[in-house]
């Protein structure tokens, strides 16, 4: 294949695929093809689409998305189409009897592959950095693939299979790499961060992680996803205080809290130790900002448990919180050993009565924000307001701070002093205190 081709990367579900799309256009571009990612109007005759095979949803959008470009295919409009990912880790066979006009599947983990299929001559590097698709002063590093906590509802372990951790030395010299270029905000992710370090030594070293990364120049700051209640590494709290750039801020999946369904779950914590886990967090490191994941409807939950979890919600006041309801997904513990007995509808009211509590409770947190200073990180201009973030907030799931723009020009990437002036449920409103600062 000539060189110069371009090539559509289409990357769906979290960021941790994001990540492996970041790195497979790197690879492509380090051999002399074009990319664009997530295009509304592709250009180029190959698409290579990114799966995500986490839920129902994500299923569905995955193969509806393989759908069309299998369409534009057979109408002329594409060339060749691959698929890799999640989904096509699960259900390779079944997707490629299914979908003959995808050229070729590639599982999770082999998606390099596809640079030797696409061209028979001599490969220039399969490493080297990755080609960023967020803006420029913010990106996401992956620190493991895997997880070895198998939770009854959750698939991800028959996917990914067990916890692989990043080499140390590796992960921070990618840091070192991306924030040499102007990059000064770092959101770290795994499916199981605070797990890193347990499969090289049998210690956990996420603490240590975090502080060395802490002290590379340029880091402004470093926001931490997707933690564990049960073991957790409670030295990462020591840095999470004393490290200035390492953000108050902690995404740490809790499910529910009713004793029943965290042990049928398989959530290996009880109710007792959640409260107190949570209550430790919040005096170790005053100020944070918990994020979680609460479920609804798995089998078996009764209106006590939901009236617990009601409960647990108001009490424990997330600054943010995300919900659903609970999906079988084929293969996993809850699917082969429990009925699910949740009606869709009471599994939506449930939902719809958890999430009007979080938003009261969300609308309170952030109008205790009014009349307070913050610092602002800029993502872009929308309308007639500038769109940023506090340390407090990750990109694209959390409250944004709106500054509206005035004769004033604001830098996308820079941080300001804002004052914050207003607020709704979810988002801030603020304006800039002095004209003149810069962030140093």
């Not at 941790?16 to 002399?32: P, Y």
């Not at 129902?56 to 998305?65: G, L, P, R, V």
């Not at 995808?102 to 490493?127: A, H, Q, R």
């Amino acid at each position: 294949m000539r060189k110069k081709e371009t090539i559509d990367i289409i990357t769906m579900g979290c960021s941790k695929n994001l990540v492996d799309s970041e790195a497979l256009m790197g690879l492509f571009e380090a051999n002399g093809f074009n990319c664009t990612h997530d295009s509304k109007n592709p250009k180029g005759k190959i698409a290579v689409v990114n799966t995500c095979g986490f839920i129902q949803d994500a299923k569905e959008e995955s193969i509806n998305t393989i759908l069309e470009l299998a369409q534009a295919k057979d109408e002329g409009r594409l060339k060749q189409l691959y698929v890799m990912g999640c989904l096509s880790q699960r259900y390779m066979k079944e997707l490629a009897e299914e979908i003959p006009q995808v050229d070729k599947f590639y599982g999770k983990f082999n998606y390099k592959e596809l640079i030797s299929d696409l061209t028979d001559v001599n490969i220039i590097s399969c490493d080297g950095p990755r080609h960023l698709t967020t803006p420029r002063h913010y990106a996401y590093i992956k620190i493991s693939e895997g997880c070895d906590r198998k939770c009854a509802y959750c698939a991800i372990p028959l996917i990914t299979g067990k916890h692989v951790s990043r080499p140390m030395d590796e992960i921070l010299d990618e840091v070192r790499h991306i924030a040499s270029n102007g990059t000064r905000e770092f959101q770290i992710i795994a499916q199981e961060l605070t797990y890193y370090g347990i499969d090289i030594d049998g210690k956990q070293h996420i603490a240590e992680l975090i502080s060395k990364m802490a002290d590379i120049r340029g880091v402004k700051w470093i926001r931490l996803h997707y933690a564990y209640p049960a073991h957790f590494p409670w030295d990462l709290l020591k840095v999470m205080r004393e490290k200035p750039n390492v953000c108050k801020y902690l995404d740490i999946a809790l499910q529910h809290i009713s004793d029943h369904m965290l042990e049928r779950m398989h959530r290996h914590v009880t109710k007792a130790e959640t409260y107190k886990f949570i209550e430790r967090i919040r005096r170790e490191v005053p100020g944070i900002h918990l994020r979680t994941t609460l479920m609804v409807g798995f089998p078996g939950e009764t209106e006590e448990d939901f009236e617990e979890l009601l409960e647990f919600t108001r009490k424990a006041r997330f600054e943010r919180m995300g919900a659903f309801a609970y999906s079988e997904e084929e293969g996993t513990f809850s699917a082969n050993n429990y009925e699910d007995d949740v009606p869709e509808e009471v599994k939506q009211a449930r939902l719809d009565k958890l999430m009007a509590l979080q938003q009261e409770i969300s609308a309170e947190i952030e109008a205790e924000k009014i009349g307070k200073v913050m610092k602002v990180v800029i993502d872009r201009k929308e309308g007639n307001y500038y769109v940023g973030r506090t340390e407090y907030c990750s990109p694209e799931v959390d409250p944004e701070v709106l500054i509206e723009a005035t004769d004033r020009r604001l830098k996308a990437g820079q941080m300001y002093d804002v004052l914050i002036i207003d607020s709704m449920a979810f988002d801030l409103y603020g304006k800039i205190v002095d004209k003149n600062r810069k962030e140093e």
